[in-house]
């Protein structure tokens, strides 16, 4: 009796272990689905790379153009007031003239 028990314990404890070829059949599947999804992030991370990229260069574009459109502004500004001293210098210049030809003609 002791001996049966003893085999089909032995029966069970063989057939619960498993062997190298069950043990790769099972894991192999799962490594190469690893191993796709470890491609598929490294190719996104390539594109949050390149898109991180893009907008840091888009931001120093951006900050380029506001710096040349706030100096285009001053100068705008600048040229305004010139005209705006040209114009007074003219109006006076006119007023001059009428007073001097007026004075000539009588």
Do not use: H, W, Y
Not at 73 to 90: I, L, S, W
């Amino acid at each position: 009796m002791a001996r049966i028990v003893g085999a089909v314990l032995f029966g069970l404890l063989v057939a619960g272990c498993a062997t190298d070829g069950s043990v790769k059949k099972q894991i192999d599947p799962l490594a190469d689905r690893i191993t796709a999804l470890e491609k598929a992030q490294a190719a996104t991370n390539a594109k949050v790379d390149a898109q991180q990229a893009d907008i840091a260069a888009l931001k120093r574009s951006s900050s380029d153009a506001s710096a040349r459109a706030d100096q285009s502004a001053k100068d705008a500004a600048a040229a305004a007031d010139r005209a705006e001293a040209a114009a007074q210098k003219a109006e006076k210049a006119f007023e001059l003239g009428q007073v001097k030809g007026g004075a000539k003609k009588k």
